[in-house]
């Protein structure tokens, strides 16, 4: 979080992140091409390098893909998710490069505007392994460059982060796209069961991994039904809450991040400001909410950043009850001092 | 706050979950194989001739093209005939097919019928005539650019160039 706009803050974990996405990038494209160059030695540089950057980008969508939901499973894989927008620009340029040597090698010698060419030179036929394939890889780009482009928290700040987390769902729709142009395009023409297999345990692992995340998200949705008579909610035991740490419940349909800490207890919104990151995933650093995703942090009393920072999440009011923790689940302004609840001893 | 995203998010995945593998499945599925080697015609697959002599070689034969063609043949005018095509590394022309046609053709915004492709000009092969030059064969390149095309007559005695705009001009 800043006060002052710097267009990017540039830290220790960016600066290693980055080092690490380039180099396995780099590392991927050189092993990928002497691999071609021993198995296919009459390849020709252009296909070579077409293969090598369309598989790189592909290779590393389902790498993004799969960083969120193996979050949700296992928190050593935060620092992935830490800096994913930039993973998300690679996998863009790399299919730009892409898409460039293909328009340069089979669509920008004729007549025919190259872009026009993409969809006019691979008629619709009766066959469906003559489906033309290069659309899904020209729409499938064409989502990624809207994504790269509004990745910047410029475009998260005026879009406001429900918008900007709903258009960058269309990363589904660029990844369907993308399956869709690798099976009817190159593994129609390559009928060695190693490509085949290698995209099925991709997709396999992406759609598996996401089934079983959003299985658990659902257990996470349903609603707490024990309401006392002045409207709290029974949400959880004391006991069930680690120290410094929270526990998540549904109530009135948005979930609650409870926390416990130095003998006290508040309850916040579990939806951080800057990415709708879940706070209840994140743990009291510094006497602060610490969100786990970006680092954004709030006073778990008053859901407020600290000064100088602006950014401020809904509370509840919490009450003890015979080493239980009740939520209102009308939430407070984003803010509102509420009076932590005090554990019994 | 965000309630209705993580649902529209689940129903997304839920529903890419049984489309996307059903869409992958009939690709896969509906895969044609390639031809084998035995199943070519018996034309392509005769072994290969042993060129020794170079009956001509021209370097005009396509207008506003780099492209050299020489005319082989097993021994000096006789035996099998080939051709060589030939340019310069930095000559670069996508998709350009070379089709042999038997006979001179009245030419129209399409290959004739009795076309056959020889092959993609690409690393400058040699190709073989398919059948023994009939008095007036054509060997024709074909590209979707209009500057390469024309069409040249391989005579034993001279070449006779035929100057003709691209065939979709034409």
Redesign the interface.
């Known amino acids: 979080m800043s006060v002052t706009h710097t267009s990017v803050q540039w830290n220790r974990q960016k600066v290693c992140y980055d080092f690490v996405l380039i180099g396995g990038v780099a590392a991927y494209l050189v092993v990928f091409g002497a691999i071609s160059e021993c198995l296919f030695p009459y390849i ?1 540089e252009e296909v070579l390098l077409m293969r090598a950057f369309g598989t790189a980008a592909f290779l590393l969508l389902h790498i993004i893909l799969c960083i969120g939901p193996l979050c949700r499973f296992n928190a050593k894989f935060l620092p992935l998710l830490y800096n994913r927008r930039h993973a998300g620009v690679t996998c863009f340029l790399l299919g730009l490069i892409h898409a460039v040597l293909v328009v340069a ?2 669509h ?5 505007n190259p872009i026009l060419s993409i969809f006019v030179s691979s008629p619709l036929t009766a ?3 003559g ?1 033309p394939f290069q659309p899904f890889g020209f729409f499938a780009l064409l989502i990624l460059f809207l994504l790269a482009a509004t990745s910047h928290d410029f475009w998260l700040a005026n879009l406001n ?2 918008v900007w ?2 258009l960058h ?1 269309s990363i ?1 729709i660029a ?2 796209f993308l ?2 142009h690798v ?2 395009g190159i ?3 390559e ?1 060695n069961w190693f490509y ?1 297999a290698a ?2 345990m991709g ?2 692992t992406v ?1 598996g991994l ?2 079983l995340a ?1 299985r658990r ?2 257990q996470l ?1 349903l609603p707490r039904e024990v309401r006392g008579s002045d409207g709290f909610v029974d949400a959880c035991a004391v006991a069930d809450i680690p120290e410094k740490r929270a526990r998540i419940v549904c109530l009135s ?3 609650v991040a409870i926390f416990k800490y130095g003998g006290r207890i508040s309850a916040v ?1 579990n ?1 951080c400001q800057h990415q ?1 990151g879940p706070l209840g995933e994140g743990m009291i650093v510094g006497g602060c909410i610490t969100c786990p995703w970006h680092g954004y942090q709030y006073l778990p009393e008053t859901g407020a950043a600290p000064p100088p920072f602006v950014e401020k999440v809904p509370t509840f009011n919490v009450r003890m009850n015979n080493g239980r923790v009740w939520i209102h689940p009308q939430p407070n302004p984003p803010g509102t001092k509420t009076e932590p609840g005090l554990i019994e001893i | 706050m965000i309630r209705s995203l993580r649902q529209s998010d689940r129903q997304m995945v839920i529903a890419l979950g049984i489309l996307l593998p059903g869409a992958f499945a009939v690709g896969i599925v509906a895969r044609k194989p390639a031809p084998l080697v035995s199943e070519f015609p018996a034309a392509l697959a005769a072994a290969p001739h042993l060129f020794e002599n170079i009956e001509w070689r021209r370097v005009d034969l396509f207008k506003n093209s780099p492209i050299k063609v020489s005319l082989l043949c097993e021994h000096r005018g006789a035996g099998a005939f080939a051709f060589a095509f030939s340019a310069a590394e930095d000559f670069a022309q996508p998709d350009l097919l070379v089709y042999w046609i038997s006979g001179t053709s009245n030419f129209t915004n399409a290959l004739p019928e009795n076309a056959q492709l020889l092959g993609i000009l690409i690393h400058f092969p040699t190709w073989s005539c398919p059948s023994k030059p009939p008095p007036r064969p054509v060997c024709c390149c074909y590209t979707a650019s209009p500057t390469t095309k024309s069409w040249m007559c391989p005579s034993q005695s001279a070449p006779m160039l035929q100057p003709r705009n691209s065939l979709g001009n034409s």
């Open positions: 020709t090698t089979y920008a010698g004729g007549d025919v066959s469906v392994a489906m982060a429900p987390k709903a769902m589904y990844y369907a399956v869709l099976t009817f593994l129609q023409g009928m085949v995209a099925a997709m396999v759609l996401h089934c959003a998200e659902i949705d349909g948005e979930r919104s939806v709708n």
